[in-house]
Every structure is written in structure tokens, then in C-alpha cells.
T-cell receptor
């Protein structure tokens, strides 16, 4: 158990819908990262927040958005869902933002039908 | 964009054998990371490398940061069944930059 929690574990929804994935970082961690893992694209960095502020952006689609709240939990919002958005979405957290401190959560499996 | 390649894509080995896998990049990275992912779980960091030529061990695992800074290698000695999983290399320009992941090497250990 990494100490990072993600909910829900599984999510099945239809094309065109909007979903919200939630992540609670390890106690004391200020930085949260979101990753997408799919069969064709592999594991891809989406976005990073540090203490409520966006710090880095990767291959995140405009239909996707994220935020980190004052209690440091984070949400990833996916809208206008397409079949290709079906993937595992991981959240990771770290104390200060160093890449060698990242602890990954168990992931949310999103299936778009 | 930046891309990492890993080889082999998959391996089937006998328990007790040593394993070698590598990762190459078209770009220079200043930090190399190796992760293992078990089914249904998130990746777990195994080894982090920070300097060209660096050799670092973690139990039966040894990783090296290539001298060109465009590659890295992971060796597992005396494999055991719990080594089964997918091994990812990852690179980063700095310790605080975004991480680029390779496609992974799937390892199967035959008892």
C-alpha cells in the first residue's frame, strides 16, 4: 500500500459523458501527478500540481482538466468522453515534487462504451 | 516528442536465471528511473540513477546509467517467481521535470 488512494476503482460510462476521478495523496505530500496508461500509448504524464498550483503539464487533452484543493486532494475531470479515453488513470504523490519520490496509487480503470 | 524504447518487449525465463533489459532514448536524460508494475497496481520505483556511468543496486537488482545519457540498463540476478511483472524505464531532464516512460518489458518467471 503506497498510501495514495484513488476512487473509484472502476468506472464504466458512455461516450459523451463526463466523469471525475479523485485522488488523496500520502499524508504530508504536497505534489500530485496524474498519469494515463493505455495499451496503445503506454504510461503518459498528464499534469502535476504542487500545493494547489499547476506545476507541469504533459499530454493532457483540452477535454481533461484537473485541480488540487486546499486539503491537497486532487480531482481529474474528463469530459466529452470518447472510446479512446478508456484507460487506467493513476495518481501519484510526492513530498516536494522530485521524480524519485513519486508513490503511485492503485489507479482508476475507466471504460467508455 | 521524446520517446523511450525498451527491449526486449517480453521475456520468459526459468527461475534462478539472470535477466537483462535495456532502455534507449533519442534524447538525453539526466535522471533515469526503473519501475515495476504488478497486475492491478500502480508502478513502484525500484532504482533511481542520477549520473552518467552510475551503477546502483537494490538487492538482486542492478541498474546502470549509460555514459551517453541516452540509455539505461537493468539486471535482475537469480530471478524468483515474485519478479513477474512489467518493468518500466523512465527518464527525466531534471529531478523535478516531467517523467517520460518507456513501453515496458513484461517478465514471466517459470518455476
Amino acid at each position: 500500500d503506497s498510501g495514495v488512494t484513488q476512487t473509484p476503482k472502476h468506472l464504466i460510462t458512455a461516450t459523451g459523458q463526463r466523469v471525475t476521478l479523485r485522488c488523496s495523496p500520502r499524508s504530508g505530500d504536497l505534489s500530485v501527478y496524474w498519469y494515463q496508461q493505455s495499451l496503445d500509448q503506454g504510461l503518459q504524464f498528464l499534469i502535476q500540481y504542487y500545493n494547489g498550483e499547476e506545476r507541469a503539464k504533459g499530454n493532457i487533452l483540452e477535454r481533461f482538466s484537473a485541480q488540487q484543493f486546499p486539503d491537497l486532494h486532487s480531482e481529474l475531470n474528463l469530459s466529452s468522453l470518447e472510446l479512446g479515453d478508456s484507460a487506467l488513470y493513476f495518481c501519484a504523490s510526492s513530498v516536494g515534487g522530485s521524480v524519485d519520490e513519486q508513490y503511485f496509487g492503485p489507479g482508476t480503470r475507466l471504460t467508455v462504451t | 516528442g521524446q520517446q523511450l524504447n525498451q527491449s526486449p518487449q517480453s521475456m520468459f525465463i526459468q527461475e534462478g536465471e539472470d535477466v537483462s533489459m535495456n532502455c534507449t532514448s533519442s534524447s538525453i536524460f539526466n535522471t533515469w528511473l526503473w519501475y515495476k508494475q504488478d497486475p492491478g497496481e500502480g508502478p513502484v520505483l525500484l532504482i533511481a540513477l542520477y549520473k552518467a556511468g552510475e551503477l546502483t543496486s537494490n538487492g538482486r537488482l542492478t541498474a546502470q546509467f549509460g555514459i551517453t545519457r541516452k540509455d539505461s540498463f537493468l539486471n535482475i540476478s537469480a530471478s524468483i517467481p515474485s519478479d513477474v511483472g512489467i518493468y518500466f524505464c523512465a527518464g527525466s531532464k531534471t529531478s523535478y521535470d516531467k517523467v517520460i516512460f518507456g513501453p515496458g518489458t513484461s517478465l514471466s518467471v517459470i518455476p
